[in-house]
C-alpha cells in the first residue's frame, strides 16, 4: 500500500518532510483528534495534519502563558503576517507554513477565511465573567471551533458539502458546546494553572464555593458534585439525535467516532476523582483502539462506497490565491481554476460566441439509479461538482451570461425528500465560497417564484444576488421554482393591470411591453439552449427568451458533465447559422464544425 503522502500526491520530498512534520505534531498533541483525521481518506489526511498544526502553531502563539495579551497578539499577527506574505511565492522556510500554504493551494483554501478562524484564538479568557451558558456558548463558538469549521470546507472543496450548520443549526451548536464542555473537563488542570477557567456564573451559583475550593486545587464535595453536574450536561449534549442524518457516510461515520471518543473522555474524566485538578484526564490506548479499529473499517468502506467526486488540483498548479481581505472590495476578477487536464477553452471568432447559454441540467435521478443510489444521492454527490465545473467553463471561455434550470415549477410532483434535498444543495451551493468570495467576478440572479420555497433558501438566494449585484463578470441566473409559462403569466397580469389604470394601451402592445415584465429585462435573448440527460425537450424552460435559441442536446447525464461539454456546445453554436426568419446567406458564412477540435476537447 503506498504511503498517505503518497496517495495524496505528495512527491516533493521537502513538502513530504513538511507534512510529516504536521502529522507528527498533532499526532504527539493530539492523539484523538489525530485519529479522526485518519478516518479522511488519504486523499485528504495530510491537508487535515497541516491545518491542524497550523492552528495548532498559532495557538502557541497566542498562548503563551508568561506574556501579556498584547505580546501574544504580536505574535500571532507576526505568524499570520508571515503567511501571507510566503503565500504569493507559494513556500515558506517554516515546515507547518510550507505544508499549509500546499494544502491552500491544492484545495483552494481561502486566505481571508483561515485568517478569521487564525484571529479568533487571540480572544484573551483571563478575567472574563459569563452569567449564563448561552453567553458562554457563543464565546466559545467563536474561539475554538476554527480547526474543525475549516476542515467541513476541505471537505467542501473535495465535493462533499457537510452542511451540519444549514441543516441542524440548533442540535449542531448544542453538540459544539458538548464537545468543547468535554475538552474543558478533560483539561481542567491546565486551565486552572492558567487562571482561565471560565464556566457561566449560572452553574457556578448552584454549588457554592465550589469556585474557590477548584482555585486552591481542593477536591471538595462541592466541587465533585460540580464535576458530576458538568459531566452529565456534557454527555446530553453530545447526543444530538438526527444530527448524522442525510451526511455523506464518510463525515457522518467521523461524526458518531468523534461523540464516542468524546463519551470515553468523559469516562476517564469520572475516572480520574482528585488526579483531574492536576493533570488532563485522557482515555487509555485500549479504549481509544476499542472505538477506532471499528471506526477505520466503516469509514474506509463509506468512502469507497461514496469517493470523493473532486480531486486536488496538481502540485504545480499555481491558482489564483485569494486577494487578502482588505483588498477584497477594489480587486479584479481572477481566472478560474484550470480543468485538472489541463484542458483550455477553445478560441471562438469574435461574433460567434453566444452571449447567453442556458442550461437543463437533467439526468442526476438516473445517473443516481445506474449506481444503485436513491435519486437524491445524484443531486448531491455528482451534481454540484458538475454544476462548479460548468460555471468555470463559462468564466474561462468568457461567456457573459449563463442560466441554470435547477428547480422547475413542475418539479413539485417529486417526492418531499427528494425536493428537500435538492434545496438543500442550492442552499449549501450558495454559501459555498467560490459562490460568497467574488475571486470569479460573478453576479448572481435568482429567477423564479418564492411560493412554496423555503425560507432560509429564498434568503440565500436574495443575499447572493445582493452581495453580487455590482460585479462585473459572468451573470449567472439561478432558476429555482421557475416556469416559462408562470413567467408569462406574471408578465401577462402586468400588463393587464398596467391597461386597467390606463397606464398602457392594449391596441398599441408591442413585444417589448412584454419583456419589459420579464424577471430579469435585461438578460439578453437565449442563444444556446443546452439540455443534458438524453431527453428532447425543453420542459417550461426560458419560453419567451429562447424563441430563437439554437438547440443542443446531449446524453450525458449532468453529474457526468465537465467543462469540456460547455465548450463543446459552444463550439458547435459557433457554426450554425442563425437567420432568425431570414433567407440562408451564402455558404462560406457558416462554416462547418471543426470536428478535429472537437472529438480533441473530450
Ligand atoms: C435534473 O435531474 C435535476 C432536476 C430536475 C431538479 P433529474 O432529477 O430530472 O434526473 P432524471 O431526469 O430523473 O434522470
Ligand atoms: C427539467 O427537468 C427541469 C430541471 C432540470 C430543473 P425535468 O427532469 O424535470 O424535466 P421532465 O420532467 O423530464 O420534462
Ligand atoms: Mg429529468
Known sequence: MPSTLTQAAIDDPALRAAYTHCRRTARREDPVEYSIMQLMPPVLRPACWAMWAAFNAADDAADTEAETHAARAARLKAWTDALESELPAGHSNDPIRSALIDTMRRWRLDLADLQLSFT???????????????????????????????????????????????????????????????????????????????????????????????????????????????????????????????????????????????????????????????????????????ILAPARIRAAFAWRLAPLPAAPLTPNYAPALPAPRHHRSSHTPQPAPAHPSGARPPAIAAGRMPRHVAVIMDGNGRWATQRGLPRHEGHRIGADAATREVIYGAAEIGLSHLSLYAFSTENWKRDTQEI???????????????????????RIRWAGRTDGLPEDLVEDLLQAEQAT??????????????????????????????????????????????????????????????????????????????????????????????????????????????????????????????????QAMR
Open 420 to 442: 428537500t434535498c435538492l434545496f438543500e444543495n442550492l442552499s449549501e451551493q450558495l454559501r459555498d465560497d467560490f459562490v460568497t468570495s467574488d475571486s470569479l467576478g460573478m
Open 469 to 598: 449585484r455590482h460585479r462585473t463578470g459572468l451573470t449567472l441566473t439561478l432558476c429555482v421554482n421557475y416556469g416559462g409559462r408562470a413567467e408569462l403569466t406574471q408578465a401577462a397580469a402586468h400588463l393587464a393591470r398596467a391597461a386597467t389604470t390606463g397606464a398602457l394601451n392594449p391596441d398599441h402592445m408591442t413585444e417589448a411591453d412584454l419583456a419589459r415584465h420579464l424577471l430579469w429585462p435585461d438578460t439578453p435573448d437565449v442563444d444556446l439552449l443546452w439540455r443534458t440527460g438524453g431527453e428532447r425537450r425543453i420542459s417550461n424552460f426560458l419560453l419567451w427568451q429562447a424563441a430563437y435559441a439554437e438547440i443542443h442536446f446531449t446524453d450525458t447525464y449532468w453529474p457526468d458533465v465537465d467543462r469540456r461539454d460547455l465548450w463543446q456546445a459552444i463550439t458547435e453554436y459557433s457554426t450554425r447559422q442563425r437567420r432568425h426568419g431570414a433567407a440562408p446567406t451564402p455558404a462560406h458564412d457558416h462554416p462547418r464544425p471543426n470536428m478535429h477540435r472537437i
Open 120 to 290: 479568533t484564538l487571540d480572544g484573551d479568557a483571563r478575567g472574563r465573567r459569563l452569567q449564563t451558558w448561552d453567553q458562554w456558548s457563543t464565546w466559545v463558538g467563536d474561539l475554538n471551533l476554527s480547526w474543525a469549521a475549516q476542515t467541513m470546507t476541505l471537505l467542501a472543496r473535495a465535493g462533499v458539502p457537510v452542511p451540519l450548520w444549514l441543516r441542524r443549526k440548533d442540535a449542531y451548536q448544542r453538540y459544539l458546546d458538548g464537545l468543547y464542555l468535554t475538552d474543558t473537563l478533560t483539561d481542567l488542570a491546565h486551565d486552572l494553572a492558567r487562571d482561565d477557567l471560565i464556566l457561566p456564573a449560572e452553574v457556578l451559583d448552584q454549588f457554592p464555593a465550589a469556585a474557590d475550593h477548584l482555585q486552591e486545587r481542593h477536591w471538595s464535595p462541592a466541587v465533585q458534585d460540580l464535576i458530576s453536574h458538568l459531566t452529565a450536561q456534557a454527555r446530553r449534549w453530545l447526543d444530538q439525535p438526527g444530527l448524522t442524518g442525510a451526511l455523506h457516510p464518510g463525515p457522518a461515520e467521523m461524526l458518531r467516532t468523534a461523540t464516542r471518543l468524546f463519551h470515553a473522555r468523559l469516562d476517564a474524566v469520572q475516572a480520574a476523582g482528585p488526579a483531574l485538578l492536576s493533570r488532563p484526564a485522557v482515555p487509555t490506548p485500549l479504549v481509544r483502539s476499542r
